[in-house]
Structure formats: structure tokens, C-alpha cells
């Protein structure tokens, strides 16, 4: 029997076999065994106003990319899987996929090393790569130390020139969004030495993904409009919750209808991410199962979040994290070609995130930026634990709900096993160095020590007999 490695061997030569093949015109895909087509084909693509890119609509996020341990090196300090990242970029080329999105933060600092590795293999003209000039630490805004993160993307994805350059995370920061840019690429002139290498052909596209304060995104549109810069795309977070209900989830988030709206107005294109909000979308309550499967029992969860993202005309690809093959195989259906949402699927959705809002989900999209937390807490993974008996319907507020017990025995079972007990979140002193780091603005020791009253509740409160 072949091992994983030699089966992942296998995948890629086959898919290599297959990127190389397509490029005569005239030569018909061969379907494979996955029931995918072999070929380009089939794959939605959108067209970059500014350079004519013919861009995939689906996206290749890589911060989640395979570890040898089994699981995504965004969380854990296993070594990447260089085969297996291998295999699967080998994979989404052969199937039309050419937008690959990295950072030199992702994976804990080794995203674009292992992008750039694999990617190296294939023909420059075959993929566009995206990459950030992430300083968020204040001591990586001095010029410097934010050239030598700029420099470094270079070494580490083997090229000569960036396709898709973005300022990362601008309207974050803990002394406010606006002061944040000024020091992160303003002060320091860094903006202006992106702007030259623009010009120089270093760069292709340059532009910006936002987080947050909602002034920084209108002051980077309006610097636009005036004509003392051009923003070639900018990133933003759209899904079918965010759409008309970012506040409701967090409230210093901007309606992804209103950040669209102003990109589509100017023209510009957008880049989506968090099309399934952090992973929510693809595992929701048993409510809006329900309500979506009524449409179309045989999509999948997460499909529809992707359809939704894509619909938009203005939008050039939608980025998804995919850990494993299966992920992009799925994905691939979903955009190979994608079906644009009509007005009834469009109702339904809004009706979905209604039920989702109905129930008190901690709006964590797992990205790690609070960690390592300074007691030891796992964050992510107290959240996501919490969310998941929630959307299970595994959740009691009271002795007297008829699934008292089996919902206190699924948290408290489930919680040991998903967090070890010294990183509960009754270890939370309520420092809040992590509050400053989240992009969703979540108050974490607030919510921790929701969630710790919540679990002691159920180990002090018994089910009644009977």
C-alpha cells in the first residue's frame, strides 16, 4: 500500500503532467478521477482592469498551508509539509487556480518560503503571486527594519517582481487605525518607496487590506480620488453575514456592502477574504443548515458562502485557506464554473445570517494574532469550542432545558479534550495584551470569562434525576 508521501508524489506528477498539457489550444481536458477536468477550462476567471490579469476567481490563501504532523501550520509548530504543499499547488494550477495570497507572517513566518518553493517549479507567466509588507510590530515600522521585511519577500518567493503587493492590515493598531498607517507607512516613507517600485515594475499591482477603523479606509480611497496615488485592488472581508451585519457581529466592523459598494464606484477590484468567516460559515447551526439544505439538499455549507463572495462582478478572486486536498478539490467545484447567486438564493442567505446572529457565536476567525497568549491560554481553541456546541445546539442556559445534560456533557468532555486544562480560560488573568492584536476587535477577557462562568456553571450545576 502506498504511503501518503508517495501517494502525494503521485498527485503532483499528475497534476504537473496535466498543467503542461493544457496549453494547446484545441486538446480536450480529461476528466480525473476526483471528477474535476485536468484542464484550465472550466475555471471561472476575472479580468484585473489595471494590468488585464486574467485572475482565477478562486484564490489560493496560504496561511494555512499542511504540516508532516498532519494539521495547519497557522496554529502549531510542526514543520510544513513541503510535499504536500507541493502536490497541492501543482494540483490548483492544473485546474485554472493561479492567485496564490501569502505574508511574511503566515504560518508563523514560513508561508512564503514554502509558497515560494513550490510555486518555483512552474513557470513565472503561470501564477500571480500576493504578498504583504506586514510591520504591524511597532519595532518593524522603522524604515529599515520594514525594507528588510519587504527584501526578504523577494528571497523567500524566488522572484523579481511581486504581482500583487498589498499594505497589510491597515485600521488596526491599539493607539487607533489612523495613527497606526502614519507610523507604519506614512511617517517612514514607505508607501512612497512601494509607489516607486510600482513604477519600476518591482511591483504590478499594489494596494491595501483592511481591518477595522472605517476612517483609514475612506482616507486611502479619498487619497485615491484626488489622484495622489492609485490603489490597483484593495482586500476586504465580504461574506453573507458581514454584508449588512458586520456591527452586529463586532462592532467597530464596516458593512462589507459599503466597503464593496465604494471599491465598485471607483472601479477598483476587490479581493475578498473571510468569505467564510474564519471557518463559521462552513459549520453552522442546525437552524441554518436546515434553511439552506431546503434550497439545495446536495450543496455544501460552504459552497454557498463562496457563491456568495463570487456573484459580485466587481469582485477578481475570492482567497480560501485550504489545508488539505480535499478542501481544494471541493473548492474547485464550487468555481469551476461558478453559479452566480439569483435573488431567491440571495433572500435566503440574509435569512440564514439572521438565524446565525440569533446565537451568541465569539466572532474568533482563528488567525492566531493573539497568541502566544502570556499565561498559556489557547484562544483560538476555547473559542472554537465554545462556537461549535453552540452551532450544535449543544448549549444550555439552565438545569431546566430539556438538553441540560447532554449538552453538560458534551462542553465539559468536549472542553478537556479540545483544551488542556491549564490553558482553560479560568487561567486568564484579563491583562488584555491580546485585545490589541485581534482583527475583529473581539474584548478576549471579557469572553473568557464568559466562557469560564459558563463551564462552571455546568461542573457545579447537576442534571436533575428523572
Given at each position: 500500500?502506498?504511503?501518503?508521501?508517495?501517494?502525494?508524489?503521485?498527485?503532483?506528477?499528475?497534476?504537473?503532467?496535466?498543467?503542461?498539457?493544457?496549453?494547446?489550444?484545441?486538446?480536450?481536458?480529461?476528466?480525473?478521477?476526483?471528477?474535476?477536468?485536468?484542464?484550465?477550462?472550466?475555471?471561472?476567471?476575472?479580468?484585473?482592469?489595471?494590468?488585464?490579469?486574467?485572475?482565477?476567481?478562486?484564490?489560493?490563501?496560504?496561511?494555512?498551508?499542511?504540516?508532516?504532523?498532519?494539521?495547519?501550520?497557522?496554529?502549531?509548530?510542526?514543520?510544513?509539509?513541503?510535499?504536500?504543499?507541493?502536490?497541492?499547488?501543482?494540483?490548483?494550477?492544473?485546474?485554472?487556480?493561479?492567485?496564490?495570497?501569502?505574508?511574511?507572517?503566515?504560518?508563523?513566518?514560513?508561508?512564503?518560503?514554502?509558497?515560494?518553493?513550490?510555486?518555483?517549479?512552474?513557470?513565472?507567466?503561470?501564477?500571480?503571486?500576493?504578498?504583504?509588507?506586514?510591520?504591524?510590530?511597532?519595532?518593524?515600522?522603522?524604515?529599515?527594519?520594514?525594507?528588510?521585511?519587504?527584501?526578504?519577500?523577494?528571497?523567500?518567493?524566488?522572484?523579481?517582481?511581486?504581482?500583487?503587493?498589498?499594505?497589510?492590515?491597515?485600521?488596526?493598531?491599539?493607539?487607533?487605525?489612523?495613527?497606526?498607517?502614519?507610523?507604519?507607512?506614512?511617517?517612514?516613507?514607505?508607501?512612497?518607496?512601494?509607489?516607486?517600485?510600482?513604477?519600476?515594475?518591482?511591483?504590478?499591482?499594489?494596494?491595501?487590506?483592511?481591518?477595522?477603523?472605517?476612517?483609514?479606509?475612506?482616507?486611502?480611497?479619498?487619497?485615491?480620488?484626488?489622484?495622489?496615488?492609485?490603489?490597483?485592488?484593495?482586500?476586504?472581508?465580504?461574506?453573507?453575514?458581514?454584508?449588512?451585519?458586520?456591527?452586529?457581529?463586532?462592532?467597530?466592523?464596516?458593512?462589507?456592502?459599503?466597503?464593496?459598494?465604494?471599491?465598485?464606484?471607483?472601479?477598483?477590484?476587490?479581493?475578498?477574504?473571510?468569505?467564510?468567516?474564519?471557518?463559521?460559515?462552513?459549520?453552522?447551526?442546525f437552524r441554518a443548515i436546515e434553511q439552506l439544505k431546503r434550497l439545495d439538499p446536495m450543496a455544501s455549507i460552504a459552497s454557498w458562502a463562496f457563491r456568495f463572495a463570487g456573484t459580485r462582478p466587481g469582485v477578481l478572486t475570492v482567497l480560501s485557506g485550504m489545508t488539505y486536498m480535499e478542501h481544494l478539490q471541493e473548492n474547485l467545484r464550487t468555481f469551476s464554473p461558478l453559479k452566480p447567486l439569483g435573488k431567491a438564493e440571495l433572500d435566503a442567505l440574509e435569512e440564514a445570517a439572521q438565524t446565525i446572529l440569533d446565537f451568541p457565536l465569539v466572532p474568533c476567525n482563528t488567525c492566531q494574532y493573539c497568541m502566544p497568549c502570556p499565561y498559556g491560554l489557547d484562544i483560538p481553541a476555547i473559542f472554537t469550542h465554545y462556537n461549535k456546541c453552540l452551532n450544535e445546539g449543544r448549549y444550555a442556559d439552565s438545569v431546566t432545558?430539556?438538553?441540560?445534560?447532554?449538552?453538560?456533557?458534551?462542553?465539559?468532555?468536549?472542553?478537556?479534550?479540545?483544551?488542556?486544562?491549564?490553558?482553560?480560560?479560568?487561567?486568564?488573568?484579563?491583562?488584555?495584551?491580546?485585545?490589541?492584536?485581534?482583527?475583529?476587535?473581539?474584548?478576549?477577557?471579557?469572553?473568557?470569562?464568559?466562557?469560564?462562568?459558563?463551564?462552571?456553571?455546568?461542573?457545579?450545576?447537576?442534571?436533575?434525576?428523572?
Amino acid at each position: 500500500m502506498a504511503t501518503r508521501r508517495e501517494f502525494l508524489k503521485i498527485l503532483s506528477a499528475g497534476a504537473a503532467l496535466a498543467l503542461g498539457g493544457c496549453s494547446k489550444k484545441g486538446d480536450e481536458a480529461p476528466a480525473s478521477a476526483d471528477g474535476l477536468s485536468s484542464g484550465r477550462e472550466s475555471m471561472t476567471f476575472r479580468t484585473n482592469p489595471t494590468t488585464g490579469d486574467k485572475v482565477s476567481l478562486l484564490g489560493f490563501g496560504c496561511m494555512r498551508l499542511p504540516t508532516v504532523s498532519g494539521g495547519s501550520a497557522r496554529s502549531g509548530d510542526a514543520a510544513i509539509d513541503q510535499e504536500a504543499v507541493n502536490a497541492q499547488v501543482d494540483f490548483a494550477l492544473a485546474h485554472g487556480v493561479n492567485y496564490f495570497d501569502t505574508s511574511p507572517v503566515y504560518c508563523r513566518g514560513r508561508s512564503e518560503h514554502a509558497v515560494g518553493i513550490a510555486l518555483s517549479r512552474h513557470p513565472r507567466d503561470s501564477y500571480f503571486i500576493a504578498t504583504k509588507l506586514s510591520n504591524q510590530s511597532p519595532d518593524k515600522w522603522p524604515r529599515e527594519a520594514s525594507m528588510a521585511i519587504y527584501e526578504n519577500s523577494f528571497r523567500e518567493l524566488r522572484t523579481d517582481v511581486i504581482d500583487y503587493m498589498l499594505l497589510h492590515a491597515v485600521g488596526m493598531g491599539e493607539k487607533g487605525g489612523m495613527e497606526t498607517l502614519k507610523g507604519r507607512y506614512l511617517d517612514n516613507g514607505m508607501l512612497d518607496f512601494l509607489l516607486e517600485e510600482r513604477s519600476k515594475g518591482r511591483i504590478r499591482n499594489l494596494g491595501f487590506s483592511y481591518h477595522g477603523d472605517i476612517a483609514v479606509f475612506d482616507h486611502l480611497l479619498e487619497r485615491h480620488d484626488k489622484r495622489e496615488l492609485k490603489w490597483d485592488f484593495v482586500q476586504i472581508q465580504l461574506n453573507y453575514v458581514d454584508w449588512r451585519h458586520a456591527k452586529e457581529v463586532n462592532a467597530r466592523n464596516t458593512n462589507a456592502e459599503y466597503l464593496y459598494g465604494e471599491l465598485s464606484r471607483r472601479g477598483i477590484p476587490a479581493i475578498i477574504m473571510e468569505p467564510l468567516l474564519g471557518g463559521r460559515l462552513a459549520s453552522l447551526n442546525f437552524r441554518a443548515i436546515e434553511q439552506l439544505k431546503r434550497l439545495d439538499p446536495m450543496a455544501s455549507i460552504a459552497s454557498w458562502a463562496f457563491r456568495f463572495a463570487g456573484t459580485r462582478p466587481g469582485v477578481l478572486t475570492v482567497l480560501s485557506g485550504m489545508t488539505y486536498m480535499e478542501h481544494l478539490q471541493e473548492n474547485l467545484r464550487t468555481f469551476s464554473p461558478l453559479k452566480p447567486l439569483g435573488k431567491a438564493e440571495l433572500d435566503a442567505l440574509e435569512e440564514a445570517a439572521q438565524t446565525i446572529l440569533d446565537f451568541p457565536l465569539v466572532p474568533c476567525n482563528t488567525c492566531q494574532y493573539c497568541m502566544p497568549c502570556p499565561y498559556g491560554l489557547d484562544i483560538p481553541a476555547i473559542f472554537t469550542h465554545y462556537n461549535k456546541c453552540l452551532n450544535e445546539g449543544r448549549y444550555a442556559d439552565s438545569v431546566t432545558d430539556a438538553n441540560y445534560r447532554e449538552a453538560r456533557r458534551a462542553f465539559l468532555v468536549g472542553y478537556d479534550r479540545a483544551v488542556p486544562k491549564l490553558r482553560q480560560a479560568d487561567r486568564c488573568v484579563g491583562c488584555g495584551e491580546c485585545v490589541g492584536h485581534c482583527p475583529q476587535r473581539i474584548d478576549i477577557p471579557d469572553q473568557m470569562r464568559r466562557i469560564d462562568r459558563y463551564a462552571e456553571m455546568l461542573k457545579t450545576t447537576f442534571p436533575r434525576e428523572g
